[in-house]
């Protein structure tokens, strides 16, 4: 009798799958899948986006086609604002916008955040950053203590209150006293190598996962250099770059290094769809996603490309972001005074 009923249920469960993957089929078949990346071509997110967009089309069924579209502004909250509200939950789009947005939101003073990160569905990412800083080697500061000696403070590139571009530096700042002016108004981190390269700006912060792939020549000629590191241990690859965590002389410094950039760092490049998306085109494309991040393929291509792959799955990342609104107060209030700009 129980291995009757065992042998029904399994049944059951097959047949719902394969009416699952033949729904899948019969809705993706023919249809295009935009992925809406809230930064400029040729920036951290894009590399990955573009990468994932070749690969993820054969393990949705129905194989549809998978296109990039680039939606900049406001250091991706753009990109964040159309999904939650424009985009139609149909499946069809995937926004890949700056997960310390979620930050933003629980502290309540970036103005136009017009979503509820909660009720985004998650799908999944690829890796997170392990948030840096690199400087150009015409600023002259080429370790901490040169930094944490300038008599002017150093120009760090940012996109926008909310991107790690702007976060990082900001929290370095109040939690280590380093001199920094953060200047903001770039469309991408593309555009922030650039403006240091040029001398406009001295250097920037954001992932080592992507500075070392988009910064390659200038890191391997020596004219660009990471100073400084923030990851709850230092990375293998930068076992001679100082750790903000271990500068920190205070226990609200580490907290807030903690709680602003290397906690948000875990989530930064997650990928969603809108609120009210159907559930089983949620599984679809998070079983996609893991697939993707498994597919040998792919797997080439970002070994070929020194991408950095530590994925997570949907269901991980809602559950980090939920974690986000459970802080506690004093320290969102810190957070919220560091990071958002007085006018």
Request: charged share 25%.
């Amino acid at each position: 009798m129980i291995k009757r009923l065992r042998l029904h249920v399994a049944t059951v469960i097959g047949f719902a799958l394969l009416a699952s993957i033949a729904t899948g089929e019969e809705f993706y078949k023919g249809k295009t899948v935009r992925l809406v990346v809230g930064f400029s071509a040729g920036g951290g997110f894009d590399i990955y986006a573009r990468a994932i967009a070749r690969h993820i089309g054969k393990h949705i069924p129905g194989n549809p086609t998978i296109i990039v579209e680039n939606m900049t502004g406001a250091g991706s909250l753009i990109a964040a604002n159309y999904i939650y509200n424009k985009a139609k939950p149909d499946g069809l789009t995937i926004g890949n916008w700056v997960g310390t947005l979620v930050l933003q939101q629980v502290m309540g003073g970036q103005k136009g955040i017009e979503f509820d990160a909660r009720k985004f569905e998650w799908i999944g990412l690829p890796a997170g950053d392990s948030s840096l800083c690199a400087l150009t080697k015409a600023r002259g500061v080429t370790s901490i203590d040169t930094w944490l000696a300038a008599k002017e403070p150093v120009k760090i590139g940012g996109l926008a209150p909310g991107s790690v571009t702007s976060d990082i530096p900001r929290i370095l700042k109040a939690a280590l006293n380093l001199p920094i002016q953060v200047v903001e108004g770039y469309k991408g981190t593309a555009e922030i190598r650039l403006a240091a390269d040029s001398g406009e700006v001295d250097g920037g912060c954001w992932g080592w996962e992507t500075i070392k792939v988009m910064w390659r020549k200038g890191i391997e000629s020596g004219d660009v250099k990471v100073v400084i590191q923030a990851l709850p241990k230092k990375h293998p690859e930068l076992q001679d770059v100082p750790n903000a965590v271990d500068l920190a002389k205070s226990d609200e410094a580490r907290q807030l290094i903690k709680a602003g950039i290397t906690d948000p760092a875990t989530i930064v490049r997650s990928y969603s769809l809108p609120p009210g998306t159907p559930k089983e085109r949620v599984k679809i494309l998070r079983d996609a996603f893991m697939a993707t991040m498994k597919d040998p393929e792919f797997l080439a291509e970002t070994k070929k490309s020194q991408l950095d792959l530590n994925p997570l799955s949907g269901s991980e990342v809602e559950t980090i972001v939920q974690g986000f609104f459970k802080l506690q107060p004093s320290l969102v209030a810190k957070l919220k005074e560091i990071t958002v700009p007085k006018k």
